[in-house]
């Protein structure tokens, strides 16, 4: 069960090391927290609240910048590394993530450059799955500025990249510190995301629906980290079309017709529901998609500022009311889903027993 709770430390959090787990700890920009955030796997950790030195780090960038510099060359792979010069004081003001990943240990004390970013990528992933349930919780797609940033990404003074460190508590417990670019965008507008000790997160159900959920949310944060509000506006409508049909294709009209299965409290508020359905994707006109897709517009020419504002609002109140009524499908397969949205039919009076 995610919450948000008091003190600890890295070693006391994590400390079962069985099945080759190591561990992995990575700055989460744009993220300030009061207390730490937990859930069943994964902690989040309050800016220069986490006492590293026990990790026992015996080589960073910066590190092995100097050491290449007094010896006066070194291994190609670690130099790579090392021309990011990223040190541990570039992780101060910053929240840390943590977690168990499985690696090749000895590949990695290699130096292997282009394993490292495939770590980095990964550990970035694993972390992002992590955030994608904050940003549900606490983010909506017409606020760009409260997002917090990409978990490993770090804006240091040499430019932006990722960066980790990986622990092991085989042989010497010891730890590095690897870093490289592995991102294609950093955020800037706006200060990110501040939670307060108060606050609690959403817990995924199990099986098929859970894992549609979960997909759900990776495709929402994507579109909201979007630069072009044209794209995210397409994105969030694809978002809408996975849920709508996880297994295959749907079309515009019927996936108005299960947002409105979903938003609609009676047949009257379900008309409507599908009537502005069609103005977003097109239905038998140009709708704002058809006209953003088909006729090369930009949302910016059909709709003022405040408009895309109203508009983005509206799209994630249906993402995330339709992801609510998900969640309530504990362990369900996705026939459970279907089954809910046919009695929902009856519920609103759009099929009749007799």
């Not at 917090?148 to 990722?162: I, K, R, V």
Request: include cysteine.
């Amino acid at each position: 069960m995610p919450s948000l709770g008091g003190g600890g430390d890295l070693l006391s959090d994590f400390h079962e090391w069985n099945n080759g787990k190591r561990l992995c700890v990575l700055p989460v920009p744009r993220l300030l927290l009061h207390h730490k955030l937990t859930s069943d796997d994964t902690i989040i950790y309050p800016a220069d609240s986490v006492d590293l030195s026990p990790l026992n780090i015996v080589s960073t960038p910066r590190d092995e910048f100097h050491r290449t510099i007094s010896r006066g060359g070194g291994e190609l792979d670690w130099m790579k590394a090392a021309c990011t010069q990223i040190s541990l004081d570039d992780l101060s003001g910053n929240a840390l993530m943590a977690f168990y990943m499985t690696m090749d240990w000895r590949r990695f004390l290699s130096g292997d450059h282009d394993y490292h970013l495939d770590l980095l990528v990964e550990a970035s992933e694993i972390g992002n799955r992590f955030l994608d349930v904050v940003r549900y919780d606490y983010c909506n797609l017409a606020q760009p500025e409260t997002l917090p940033g990409s978990p490993g990404s770090l804006m240091a003074a040499q430019g932006p990249f990722s960066t980790a460190i990986f622990y092991s508590n085989d042989g010497d417990h010891e730890a590095y510190m690897t870093a490289g670019q592995t991102i294609s965008h950093h955020l800037s507008t706006g200060l990110g995301l501040e939670l307060h000790s108060h606050g609690s997160m959403t817990t995924l159900p199990r099986g098929d629906v859970g894992q549609v959920i979960r997909h759900a949310l990776r495709l929402r944060s994507v579109a909201m980290e979007s630069n072009s509000n044209s794209t995210k506006f397409i994105s969030a409508l694809s978002v809408i079309d996975f849920l709508a049909a996880p297994a295959g294709y749907i079309s515009h009209k019927d996936m108005g017709k299960v947002v409105g299965l979903h938003m609609a409290s009676s047949r009257q508020g379900y008309d409507p529901v599908l009537r502005r359905f069609e103005e977003l994707t097109g239905g038998k006109g140009s709708g704002v998609r058809t006209k953003l897709v088909h006729e090369g517009l930009r949302l910016e020419d059909i709709l003022g500022r405040a408009d895309i504002t109203a508009l983005f609002r509206e799209v994630d109140r249906y993402i995330c009311k339709i992801i609510h009524d998900l969640l309530q499908f504990e362990d369900a397969q996705w026939r459970a889903v279907e089954q809910y949205r046919e009695e929902r039919k009856y519920e609103l009076g759009l099929k009749s027993d007799g």
